[in-house]
């Protein structure tokens, strides 16, 4: 009887560690809670460094465009002619800067910024899923804890 106890203890910590695994996970693939911000807008990028606050650009998506503004300048990216999303090896206050490609005039364009996904605000991830619907032909890298 106490070797079934033991062996009880041993497993049943390691199930319950894999259950949470798969729960979160779930989370961060599948969005639920989306915080608009901007007149519809939803924000998908942070800055990692509290120093530098000042030039720094945010980003914002819709249904149909990527917002990029810096001060007053706000350029517009169509979601249609995003042909890949994938991150970067580059990494700050545990936030992997991810990059962004689309064609513009016929040239490739790259824009880089770190996302903003948490728990609580998953807008980053509903970019994905987004972008993935505008053009189905686009790469899209998928979300998990090894490139967040």
Request: charged share 25%.
């Amino acid at each position: 009887m106490r070797e079934v106890i033991n062996i009880l203890l041993v497993i049943l910590p390691i199930i319950v560690l894999f259950m949470l695994i798969r729960f979160f996970s779930g989370m961060l693939r599948h969005p639920t809670r989306i915080v608009a911000e901007n007149n519809g807008k939803k924000k998908i990028s942070t800055n990692p460094s509290y120093l530098k606050k000042s030039a720094y650009t945010e980003y914002y998506y819709d249904n149909s465009y990527l917002y990029e503004v810096t001060d007053s300048m706000t350029n517009e990216i169509e979601l249609n002619k995003i042909i890949k999303i994938k991150p970067t090896f580059t990494k700050v206050n545990n936030r992997r800067k991810w990059s962004i490609i689309y064609l513009k005039a016929g040239q490739e364009k790259e824009v880089q910024f770190y996302h903003n996904l948490t728990f609580a605000n998953q807008n980053f991830a509903d970019f994905l899923i987004t972008v993935k619907r505008a053009n189905p032909d686009a790469e899209v890298k998928k979300l998990c804890f090894l490139n967040i």
